[in-house]
Structure formats: structure tokens, C-alpha cells
């Protein structure tokens, strides 16, 4: 069954959000960081509604077809492709940030790293990059950036409960790890999504080189 | 000599199963998985029959003429063209298992490095990885995935003995590595195969790199 | 509204910098060396202008539109786009050096994290590569290259003033880095530039690893 | 002044070799094996004649203009062209062995890592790695492949004594390092000599891996 796009949305809409996420995903593929078809990408369409990947799917060859519609409780719209487990993880931010725009979910060699790396601390701090500042509303390297590392689960509400505690503590939250797995960061828009990525990804690759060097 | 297709086997599979391994291949050489020339793909016909690649070729530029035919005791059908010695390794995998319709062989710097590394344990333990998933039959990072890695030997029939030896004794196998050579892989068609062979190449590479890290 | 080129200017040299800028932006982004929309690359134009990339733009896919004109006290020319902050560390070159016709800023892994090793030290000695070679006025691989790293700030006038005080403290320079951020250097056109770029972050890589495999 | 060629020579055997030239260079570029203009690259013509890269040139943009004709003791033959200093090393192969019938030089960061770092050693023993295979000669994993790291000097004459030395003493020589500097390697035909590069610069980044690991 190929997606069918309700009345009471726009169906060009779709198609604009899903390229979106088509021409990202293939950039990321290339980088390695999406291998043997892990990670997820989305994009909001309206307050009820987001373009996500289906499951499983080679992440540098996606089609239309391998989008599918969801509302903000994960279900699948129009469809009978099945969402992925981690959707869960995609609709929070969009339910907890109505201003969100995407969401996109990488699995590249060093986030992996450095999760398994900093899983008992359970954050990373990042200080001292000028780069810090390509995250929206960082505006010097003095600052410190935290990015959270929570357990891994197979069993989503468990991530999103941690998810919801961090922000409800009142820290900010722009990105997070998962032990042994990825990263999740999001924006306003696919463009804003795609920066904040590859600032983290850069940042935390420094951040292991100097550790590396620095007990050299 | 060009390759002849006998009269019992459909031309056009042949084919297909060619053009699966030569693009595969050109995707892993890409990617510095095949260097100088090394590493061996193959995809099984039907019961008596495998593609296989003829030894010795650039893996980035294979066509048609790169491909031959073989029964499953590695011997040359309707071509005078010479298996590689390391066929064995490849039929071996179709007779045991008749659901198995692809092997992949390659050669990266990551693989030959662990080889080495892990040698002396004659195997490799990956625990806590969300990857591990991408291999059929695991559904959780809490798995163990043990990935055995034999002596290297130029005579072939003691690796055979060795990887029998290992599934005789009940052991899941997955994937094997041979010490200072590469990885051989498998699956029920290419498209699975490839994505276990990217996976574990990027198992294998974050096992190493938590290695470094943990020791700074 | 679109860059307007003075009477005063030939439009045509002005396109042909902002060529040379998008070509090679385009090439260094394609190595990553400029994440999340940094970097930032000038050319000169005559003694008193130059063509500097728009602040924020993503470096790989830079067209006529995000190049724009300043004049030598980093004041735009014939725009309403805002030049980058850091484009004063861009005209002290021009203004200090008449010969120079490029500058170059990029920001690489390589680069960040050898500025903030070497942060302490406030300089990288480079001695005993061949590739020193390739910076304009080496003639051996015995000479010493010295590479100053400044302190961060996002206050540009103390950068500028550190540039000032160890040009007039007599030592050659032939590139910089600052703390946590990147690398600038220059030449006498686009080609020197990039082959001084090209040549740096091979040596600071090659440093780097020197130093990781001699604690081995 | 365009390249002439004698009327003893063939036109058309100088542009297949030369075009051989152009498009390994482009292969060993896109891999940065030939870093801000380094590296030379050389083709015999016949018993008297090799064709060789004009110094200084960006590898990965070579057209005929940048491939010209020399003698067997490095002069230039038909062409106002300067060929590099490194001629006299590329000649000597061709001297000393007839068979020889290319020659490739490049200057990764793995190649020049490994020079300094086995430079007091004064050879770099390769044993264990399967790839060594690659190496024409060599059958097995168990050999040993001895890769000498000269001192590096401006001074050709000195190097070419070095290598004269080493092949004198009887020991076989297959490639060779300049500390601080890249490799030279050599084979009956451009795709052997790219093979046996190919497999070099893989050995040498496997031993320092594992050096490295090995460490940990």
C-alpha cells in the first residue's frame, strides 16, 4: 500500500519534507554514519503530524516509498508500513517543542565511542570549541555544551521517561547519546537539524582525539 | 574462454547474481575493504551452483568476465577460468547451509588489525553495541556476539576443518576472521550479507577504538 | 539586494575571485574541513578590496550570491550582507602584506585538536618533513616551521593585536592557529594558498600521529 | 615549448604511458597520497626512455602537458621542462633492472608517519599479514618483507648510493622509504606497481595500528 496523504494536509507538503529528509539521509550515508541500514530521520509536517524513515531501509538509497507519515503519538497515517520502535523518540521532541522542526537519529563509528565511553559519567561536556557555537543560542566557546548519555534500552518509554526527566530538571537539552548506540539531535528546520549534527559529531570527535593525545 | 552457461542453469540468474556482486563489490572497494587486489565475493545459483569472483582482479572494476561459475566442491564450470584457492571457504558455507545465499571475504585495515590483535584468543566478544542488531537473529545490545578468529594457513582444507570444527561444537557462527587476513561473512541473499559485513566492519572498528581509549 | 561592484572595479575580476573562492571551498569541503558552516575564504581584489565568503553559508555549496565585496578595514562594499566577524583577521593580512592575494581559514579535526594541545605551548615546531617543502620559502626538510596558537576569543581586535605583536617581533609566519578553532594562512593566490592548506593540515596530522605512536 | 617527441620513439606509446600516469595520479590523489604537489610518477618507454611527471604539479589534475620524456640519467628529451630532482631515483630502477617498467612515489601521512618512526631502525620488517602476498614473489604470509627507511636528504646522489648499497648487499628490494618523506616502489607494469602501493600503504597503516593498539 503506498502512502495515501489525508484531505486535511498538504500532499506537497509531504513530498517537500520528504525530500528533505531523502537528500540528508544520502549525505550522512555517504559519511558512514548511518551503516547496515541503522538510524532514523524526521521532519515535522504540522502540529499533528511528521515524515519519518521506515524501518530498516538503506539509508543512502531512499526513495519516497521509504517515507512514511505519523502522528504525534507514533501511529502510522495513511499507511501499513510499520514505524520503527524509536519513533517514540522522534515525537517527544516534537510534542515538547512545538517551534522543532526535525529530528535526526545517526549511528556513526565515534558517536558509538563515545557513548560507551562516557556511559557511567552519563554526559559529555564539551568546552573550549569554537564549533560550540553552531548550536543555536551558544554564542561563545566559553560556554559549556552537556550532552547527556542515557542507557541503552530495547524498551522506548524507559528513553523517553530519561528524555523527560533531563528537560523537566530544567537543563538545557539539545542533543543526547544512547550507551553503545547513537546520537538524537534536532532543530528548528532539516538545514538547522543537518548543522547541529555534524557540530556534534565534530565535537566529539575532537573531544576523543585529545583525550587520546593528551595521556600520550 | 568466455563463460558457458550449461543448459540446466537459467543464463539470466547467472547474471543477476554476476551484476549483485559486482556492484556490491565496487561499493566495498570504495571503501578500502578490497586493497591490491585481495578479498572474494560470491553468491549462490541454486543447490549445485555459486558466482564467484576469478582471483586476482581489481574489485572496483569488475564485470562480467570477473565472474565465473562453480559447483559447490570448487571446481571451474563451463569456463577455464581458475577459482581462487580460498573457494573452499565459500562452498563450505553453501553446503552446510542451504539457506545461505551469499559470501562475502574482505580485507580492511580494521578486520586485518583485530585479526592480529585478537589472535591469541582465538576470539572476539562484542557485547552492548545497538548494532549487534543487524545481525539476523540478535534483537537486543545485551547479546553476545563471538566472532572466532582461526590461524591464518595457505592450506585451505585445515581453515575448512577449523570453521567445521567450530559449528560442530554448537556455536553460533556468524562470521569468522582469519589472524592478519580479513573477515569472511554471510547471509540469505546479498542484500543481508551486505549488511552484516558493514556492520561487523563497524563493530570491529569501535571495538578497537573503546580499546585506545580506555587505555589513555 | 545583490553585491553591486563599483565603476571603480572590473565586475569581471570580481567574478573570477569569487570563482576561485567557491572552487576551492568546494574542495575542502568535501574533506570536512569545514563543519557546520564555518570557515571563511577570501581573495584579494586590488589594494583596496577584496572578495570574502558570507558568514554562515554551508562551504561546499557556496555560489556567486555568498561571496561578497569589503574594502581593507573589513567594511562591506556595494551589499547589505554582514561580513564575518573574523574577517579583520583577513584584511590584516592584506593590509600588512601587498603580495598577499588569498587567505584562507579553514577548520579541521586535525586543526582544532592540535591547537588545543598545543594551546600551552603557544607554538607547533615543525621539523624533519619533507613536506615543509611546499611552504613558499622552505627549501629543506631541515628547517624549522613555527606555528603560533593564539588564545580564543570572540573579541577580534585582541586576535588582530596577537597577530601584530609576532609579525613585528620579527618571526616569519606563514600560517596560525587558535585555541579549540582552526587554522589561517595565506599566499600569494588561490593555488599557493590551498597548496600551503593542503601542506599544514598534512603536517599537523603527521605530528599528531608521531606523537600518539611514540608514547606506544 | 610543447613536448616533442623523437622521431625514434613511438607518439603513441609516450601517450599510452602517459596517460597511464594521469590516471593512477588521480586515484592516489583522491586517497591524499600526494598532498600540496608532492609526489613523482614514471612509466619506461623503452630500454633508453621513461615518461615522468613534470615537478609540481596538482596530482589530481594531470593532463599531457604535465608528463614529459627524459633519458635514463634524467634528462629532458624534447622539452624545456625541468624534471623534479627525484628523477635520478626513478632512473635508477629502470637501470638496474630492465623488467622494471614503472615507478610510483607518493607521500601519505601513513608513509611519512612510518618513516620517522622506524627512521633509527633504519627498515621496517613486515611479517604475519597476508597481503603481503601482493608483493610479486611473495607466497605466503609467513615471509618477511624488510621495507629500508633511508635518512632523508636534498642531496639525490646520496640516495641513490643508499639504494645502490642496499641492492649491492645482496637483499631484495621491493620498496623503499626517506624518512620524514614517502615510498618508492616499483613493478613491471603501472597496475602491478599500483597494486604493490596499494598494498604497502595498507601493511604499513596495519603495523602502526597495531603498535598502537598493542600499546593499549
Redesign the interface.
Known amino acids: 500500500m503506498r502512502q495515501q496523504i489525508p484531505a486535511t494536509l498538504s500532499a506537497s507538503l509531504f513530498e517537500a519534507r520528504a525530500d528533505a529528509i531523502i537528500d540528508t539521509a544520502r549525505e550522512l550515508a555517504v559519511l558512514g554514519w548511518t551503516?547496515?541500514?541503522?538510524s532514523n530521520f524526521s521532519a515535522r509536517i504540522d502540529d499533528d503530524h511528521a515524515a519519518i524513515t521506515v524501518s530498516g531501509r538503506d539509508k543512502g538509497k531512499l526513495g519516497r516509498d521509504d517515507i512514511m507519515l505519523i502522528d504525534m503519538h507514533g501511529n502510522a497515517v495513511g499507511t501499513d508500513a510499520r514505524p520503527s520502535a524509536e519513533t517514540a523518540l522522534h515525537t517527544q521532541i516534537y510534542r515538547r517543542w512545538p517551534e522543532m522542526g526535525a529530528v535526526l537519529h545517526t549511528?556513526s563509528?565515534t558517536q558509538?565511542?563515545a557513548s560507551?565511553?562516557y556511559a557511567d559519567d552519563g554526559v559529555i561536556r564539551l568546552q573550549?570549541?569554537?564549533?560550540q557555537k553552531?548550536i543555536t543560542g551558544y554564542?561563545?566557546?566559553e560556554s559549556v555544551l552537556e550532552i547527556p548519555v542515557f542507557p541503552?534500552t530495547?524498551h522506548m518509554p524507559e528513553l523517553v521517561d530519561r528524555v523527560d526527566a533531563w528537560i523537566d530538571g530544567g537543563k538545557p537539552l539539545h542533543a543526547y547519546l544512547?550507551?553503545?548506540?547513537?546520537i538524537y539531535t534536532w532543530g528548528r528546520d532539516m538545514q538547522e537539524t543537518h548543522?547541529?549534527l555534524?557540530?556534534l559529531?565534530?565535537l566529539l570527535?575532537?573531544e576523543?582525539?585529545?583525550?587520546?593525545?593528551?595521556?600520550?
Not at 35 to 38: G, L
Not at 128 to 131: D, S
Open positions: 551503516p547496515a541500514t541503522s549511528h563509528r558509538s565511542v560507551r565511553l573550549g570549541w569554537e564549533l553552531a554564542t561563545t566557546h541503552n530495547q544512547i550507551d553503545g548506540h547513537g548543522r547541529h555534524e557540530a559529531e565534530f570527535g575532537c576523543l582525539d585529545l583525550k587520546r593525545l593528551r595521556a600520550s
